[in-house]
C-alpha cells in the first residue's frame, strides 16, 4: 500500500463535494449527491471528506471508517466519540459478512439495583446524567480490531486528520452552536469545572480542542493502551471517580471488543445483514420485514393509511419481543432462530385487522418454548475495491452523560440508560426491559442501533443505519422500503417523512408536519392513538444506494448537518 501523504489542503481540491445530481431516479425525481466509486456519507462534511480522502489515496472503507470515526470525535462531539461505543457491519467485496460489536460494558462494581432507592424507586437522572451513568467506553478498542483485520495503512497515518483537526479547530455550525448553547447548562451541572464546550457559541466560532489532540497522539503511539492504559486511563478513572462514578483501571484494562455473526434475513429479493444482540436493531428489523412481506405494500403507497398501519403492527409485534428477549448474547440466551422466522411472525400477525388498531396492552412477547431461557451517529461508506461498511456510534443521550473528561478532551457516554434499571419502567426513550436487559457486571446493555447493509440479487444494494433511540429501528426500515417498495432514490427516502411504533407508549409517533390530517384523522377512527403535535424528528439516516450503473447515490439526512462526499 502506498505511502498515505496527508496534505488535507491540497487534496481537498480533488474530493467532489458537489450539491446534488441533475440526474433522475426512475421515477423522474431529483437524485442526491453522485460518486463514480466511492462515498462517506457522515454527519459532518469534514468527517466525510477525510474518510473520503483516505479512500482516495488508495485506502479502503475499513481504513476509511477508523479515520471518519476518530474525525467524527472533533467535528461531532454531540455524539461522535471515543468516551462510547458503537456496531459495524460489512460486506467485503467478495460477498464475506460480518459484524463487530464495540459497545460500552457495565462496571464490574455494577449492580442490578444501581439506580433505584431504598423504597426500589428510580432515581430520577442516576442513569442518565453524571458519572454513574458511564459505561465502559469500547470505540478505541473497536477501532483496533477493525484495523487488526482489515486495516491497510498505519493506524498512525489514520489518526493524523482528526489530530490536525482538533489541534486547527472546527468551525461550529448553526445546528451544533444550537444544540451546545441548549445543553449548557448540564455541562456546569455534571462538571466541577468549566468545560471548554461551556460557552455561549454562534455560527462560525472556531473551537479547538488540544487535549483531545493529546490523547490522540497516546492512541497513535501507544495504539490501544494509549486509551484503556496509562496517562489516558488515568485521566479518565481520577474524573470519574471524583464525580463519584466507579469505573476503575480494571475496567479499561477488560474491556474487549467482540466479532460477532450478524443478523442475516431475506425480504422478498432482498437480502439484508444487520446488526446481531446486543442490539435488537437486527432482530426487530427482520421480524417488520417478515410480518409485511406477504403484502404487496408497493400497492398500498407510500406513507398511506394502509401502509402505515401494516407497519405499524408489525412494530408493535416486535418492539414487545425487543422487551422481553433481548439483552447482551454473553449473558442471556435469545432464541434468535424462533424470533427472526417466516412461522412465528406471521403467527403473531394474526390477529391484525385492517379495521382496528391492536392495543399494545392485549400484546405481549411471544410465547417461546423449549429454548434455555439524544445521541447517536451512523455513517456509511462504500470504497472503490466494492466494501461496505455500516457503522453506528454513540455516547448514548446528546454529548453523553455530559461528564467531559477535560483533560482528555472528550465526553463520557451514559449508555448505563439503555439497560432496564427497573423491568417495566421505560428509559428515556420510553424503553421497558426485563431480566434479559438488567444490569450485571460487564454485561453490555441492549441498542436499538441497526448498522444495515443491503444486497440485491447478491450485490451490495445499500448501506444504511440511523441515530435516534428506540427509532433507529423503524427509521432504517423504512428508509429500505421507500427505495425498495416506494422507487425513490436514496436521497428522497432519507428525507421522507417518517413514523414510528414502539408498542408501549401505545402511540404511533408522525414526525412533525409530514402527514396529512386527514389521514391522521383515518387512522384515529381505527384507534390508532398519534402523536404529532409534540413530536420529534425520527431519525437522521445516513445512506449510501449502489445504482443500477454502478455509481453510487448518498443520502445524507437535511434533518443534521450531514453530507454525502465521494469521487
Ligand atoms: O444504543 C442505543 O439504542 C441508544 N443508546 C442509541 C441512542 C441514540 O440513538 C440517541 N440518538 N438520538
Known amino acids: 500500500m502506498k505511502k498515505l501523504i496527508l496534505s488535507l489542503s491540497i487534496v481537498f481540491l480533488f474530493i467532489q463535494c458537489k450539491e446534488n445530481s441533475t440526474e433522475k431516479t426512475p421515477n423522474n425525481k431529483n437524485l442526491g449527491f453522485l460518486a463514480d466509486s466511492a462515498m462517506v456519507v457522515s454527519a459532518r462534511e469534514e468527517a466525510s471528506k477525510i474518510g473520503a480522502i483516505i479512500m482516495q489515496n488508495g485506502g479502503n472503507a475499513f481504513d476509511a471508517m477508523i479515520a471518519t470515526d476518530l474525525a467524527l470525535t472533533v467535528v461531532y462531539p454531540f455524539a461522535g466519540n471515543i468516551g462510547g461505543g458503537g456496531f459495524m457491519v460489512y460486506r467485503t467485496n467478495d460477498g464475506k459478512t460480518g459484524a463487530l460489536d464495540y459497545r460500552e460494558k457495565a462496571p464490574l462494581a455494577a449492580s442490578k439495583d444501581m439506580y433505584l432507592d431504598e423504597n426500589g424507586n428510580i432515581i430520577e437522572g442516576k442513569s442518565t446524567?453524571?458519572?454513574?451513568?458511564?459505561?465502559?467506553?469500547?470505540?478505541?478498542?473497536?477501532?483496533?480490531?477493525?484495523?487488526?483485520?482489515?486495516?491497510?495503512?498505519?493506524?498512525?497515518e489514520l489518526i493524523q486528520p482528526?489530530?490536525?483537526?482538533?489541534?486547527?479547530?472546527?468551525?461550529?455550525?448553526?445546528?451544533?452552536?444550537?444544540?451546545?448553547?441548549?445543553?449548557?447548562?448540564?455541562?456546569?451541572?455534571?462538571?466541577?469545572?468549566?468545560?471548554?464546550?461551556?460557552?455561549?457559541?454562534?455560527?462560525?466560532?472556531?473551537?479547538?480542542?488540544?487535549?483531545?489532540?493529546?490523547?490522540?497522539?497516546?492512541?497513535?503511539?501507544?495504539?490501544?493502551?494509549?486509551?484503556?492504559?496509562?496517562?489516558?486511563?488515568?485521566?479518565?478513572?481520577?474524573?470519574?471517580?471524583?464525580?463519584?462514578?466507579?469505573?476503575?483501571?480494571?475496567d479499561l484494562e477488560n474491556y474487549k471488543s467482540q466479532w460477532r455473526n450478524p443478523i442475516v434475513f431475506t425480504y422478498k429479493s432482498l437480502k439484508i445483514i444487520s446488526m446481531s444482540p446486543p442490539s435488537s436493531g437486527g432482530i426487530c428489523?427482520?421480524?417488520?420485514?417478515?410480518?409485511i412481506e406477504s403484502y404487496d405494500i408497493a400497492s398500498l403507497g407510500h406513507n398511506s393509511v394502509e401502509a402505515i398501519q401494516l407497519i405499524t403492527e408489525a412494530e408493535r409485534r416486535a418492539y414487545a419481543d425487543r422487551s422481553y428477549y433481548l439483552g447482551d448474547p454473553d449473558f442471556v440466551k435469545i432464541p434468535i432462530d424462533t424470533l427472526i422466522s417466516s412461522d412465528y411472525v406471521q403467527e403473531r400477525m394474526k390477529d391484525f385487522s385492517w379495521d382496528k388498531a391492536t392495543l399494545s396492552s392485549s400484546i405481549s412477547h411471544g410465547n417461546i418454548v423449549g429454548y434455555e431461557s439524544d445521541e447517536t451517529t451512523h455513517y456509511s461508506i462504500v470504497d472503490s475495491y466494492g466494501n461496505a461498511v455500516s457503522v453506528t456510534t454513540t455516547l448514548n443521550g446528546a454529548y453523553g452523560s455530559k461528564v467531559y473528561v477535560s483533560e482528555g478532551g472528550?465526553?463520557?457516554?451514559?449508555?448505563?440508560?439503555?439497560?432496564?434499571?427497573?423491568?417495566?419502567?421505560?428509559?428515556?426513550?420510553?424503553?421497558?426491559?426485563?431480566?434479559?436487559?438488567?444490569?450485571?457486571?460487564?454485561?453490555r446493555m441492549l441498542?436499538?442501533?441497526?448498522?444495515?447493509?443491503?444486497?440485491?440479487?447478491?450485490?451490495?444494494?445499500?448501506?444504511?443505519?440511523?441515530?435516534?433511540?428506540?427509532t433507529i429501528i423503524t427509521s432504517v426500515m423504512q428508509t429500505i422500503l421507500n427505495v425498495y417498495e416506494f422507487d425513490l432514490g436514496m436521497q428522497e427516502a432519507v428525507d421522507a417523512p417518517r413514523f414510528h411504533h414502539q408498542w408501549l407508549p401505545d402511540v404511533v409517533t408522525f414526525e412533525p408536519k409530514g402527514f396529512d390530517s386527514i389521514l391522521v384523522q383515518?387512522?384515529?377512527?381505527?384507534?390508532?392513538?398519534?402523536?404529532?403535535?409534540?413530536?420529534?424528528?425520527?431519525?437522521?439516516?445516513?445512506?449510501?444506494?449502489?445504482?443500477?450503473?454502478?455509481?453510487?447515490?448518498?443520502?445524507?439526512?437535511?434533518?443534521?448537518?450531514?453530507?454525502a462526499v465521494g469521487f
Do not use: C
Open 522 to 563: 383515518k387512522l384515529q377512527k381505527k384507534g390508532y392513538k398519534i402523536n404529532q403535535e409534540n413530536s420529534r424528528i425520527l431519525g437522521k439516516v445516513d445512506a449510501i444506494l449502489v445504482l443500477p450503473n454502478g455509481k453510487l447515490e448518498g443520502g445524507a439526512d437535511y434533518r443534521g448537518d450531514d453530507k
Open 162 to 250: 482528526a489530530i490536525d483537526l482538533a489541534n486547527k479547530g472546527v468551525v461550529v455550525t448553526k445546528k451544533q452552536a444550537e444544540r451546545l448553547n441548549k445543553y449548557r447548562h448540564f455541562f456546569t451541572e455534571v462538571n466541577n469545572h468549566q468545560i471548554v464546550l461551556d460557552e455561549e457559541w454562534k455560527e462560525g466560532d472556531t473551537i479547538k480542542y488540544p487535549n483531545l489532540a493529546k490523547t490522540f497522539e497516546r492512541i497513535k503511539t501507544q495504539g490501544r493502551d494509549g486509551f484503556y492504559k496509562g496517562e489516558t486511563a488515568e485521566i479518565l478513572v481520577n474524573y470519574v471517580q471524583k464525580l463519584g462514578g466507579i469505573i476503575t483501571k480494571e
Open 447 to 470: 441498542s436499538s442501533m441497526t448498522p444495515t447493509i443491503v444486497e440485491k440479487n447478491n450485490k451490495l444494494f445499500m448501506t444504511v443505519g440511523s441515530p435516534g433511540g428506540s
Open 285 to 291: 428489523n427482520a421480524q417488520i420485514f417478515k410480518a
Open 410 to 443: 472528550f465526553f463520557l457516554n451514559n449508555e448505563m440508560d439503555d439497560f432496564s434499571s427497573k423491568p417495566g419502567e421505560p428509559n428515556m426513550f420510553g424503553l421497558i426491559g426485563a431480566e434479559a436487559n438488567s444490569i450485571q457486571p460487564e454485561k
Open 129 to 156: 446524567l453524571g458519572a454513574m451513568a458511564v459505561g465502559v467506553p469500547g470505540t478505541i478498542d473497536g477501532l483496533f480490531k477493525v484495523h487488526e483485520k482489515f486495516g491497510t495503512i498505519p493506524f498512525s
